[in-house]
Structure formats: C-alpha cells, structure tokens
C-alpha cells in the first residue's frame, strides 16, 4: 500500500474514531513524540469536552508541569503525588514500610483489576469496633 494512501486511512480513522476535525488529526499524526501521541489519543477518546489537538497537547503540558506528577523514584516509578508521610517516600520500600500508601499503591503489575480507591470499608470497621 503507498505511504500516502496509508496516510489517508490513517487520517480518516482518526477523524471518525475521537471525532476530530481533519487539521488536527494531521496534528495529532505528525507528533513527533510516540507515547505523548498515545496519551493525547486518550484524552481525545476519554474527554467529551476536549475536541482539538491543541486542547489535549495543553491539558497534557499542564499535566507534565504539575509538581503532583514529577516522578519521586526512577526505581519503583512513584511520583510526588504518591509520596508516603511515613518512609523516605517511594515504592522501594513496600516490604519495609507499614505506611498506608504502600497499602495504596502496592499491587502486582499484572493486576489490571486493581483499583487503590475500591469499595470503602471503613464503616465495617468501624461497626466491628463498636459491637
């Protein structure tokens, strides 16, 4: 298949998958960068109220610039957000640390159901405490 008949699928898939007008599916192709392009993807697909590239190439600069989303450990690949009060901070001390963000955050990386924020239970607890 010529490369600019590739193009052109490509171009049209994108305009009908994230409904997005033609100008920024060109812009959304050209990104020089791979996993930012897969992220931008994302936010187009996931957010009925962002419709440009532009939108999404903000949102995602603002996202980069939040000090929350700078990455605390290139070990275990916490970020700031992620930081436990109660350790030196990150990921590398799972095993060590009795703290509640590593209760959070630890889980296995095949575990796709995982969910830190699931069903609360603290009123069970609580319930238990007080019978």
Known sequence: MPKNHAR???LAALKDELGIKHAC??????????D????????LAEYVDMNTYGEAVDYL????SDPRNQLLCETCGWTNS????????????ND?????????YAHDEDDSDYDP?????????????AA
Do not use: F, N
């Open 8 to 10: 052109k699928k490509a």
């Open 25 to 34: 599916a060109i812009a959304l192709l050209d990104h020089p960068d791979a």
């Open 36 to 43: 930012e392009r897969e992220t931008l993807e994302r936010y």
């Open 61 to 64: 600069r603002q996202e980069q």
């Open 82 to 93: 992620m930081v436990c009060p109660e350790c030196p901070g990150c990921g590398c001390y």
């Open 96 to 104: 060590q640390c009795s703290g509640w963000r590593h209760h959070e």
């Open 117 to 129: 924020y699931g069903e609360c239970v603290c009123y069970e607890e609580d319930e238990e405490e």
